[in-house]
């Protein structure tokens, strides 16, 4: 059964007619919300940053993690997100110079117990 008691089945059709169509197969017409004009900038600039990563090995998971750590961030801390923005922008400036071969880290160092 889908959101209004239909089953899949019957509501194929209606997924194929309504497309941004989300939750499941029903003919209720689920909307995507849109994306503000920071949130594009940062998906642009993660889908730069995947393809910048595809010809170094070892990059992608590093990307991927970096991405996926900021994304608790809440979406009305806009001056946080700006600024690791800016610092993305810079970072893939570098990851695009053909002289980077791998990235360094800075990491807190354990406590010694």
Request: with cysteine.
């Amino acid at each position: 059964m889908c959101c209004d008691g239909q089953t899949a089945s019957s509501s194929i059709l209606w997924s194929v007619v309504l497309p941004g169509h989300l939750c499941c197969w029903c003919p209720v017409f689920h909307t995507m919300a849109r994306h503000s004009k920071l949130q594009k900038q940062v998906l642009s600039l993660y889908r730069q940053f995947l393809r910048a990563g595809q010809d170094k090995p070892g990059f992608l998971p590093r990307i991927q993690d970096e991405f996926r750590g900021n994304s608790h961030i809440k979406k009305t801390d806009v001056m946080h997100i700006e600024y690791l923005y800016r610092r993305g922008q810079r970072q893939l400036d570098q990851l695009k110079d053909v002289n980077t071969k791998q990235l360094g880290t800075f990491s807190k160092p354990k406590a010694e117990r």
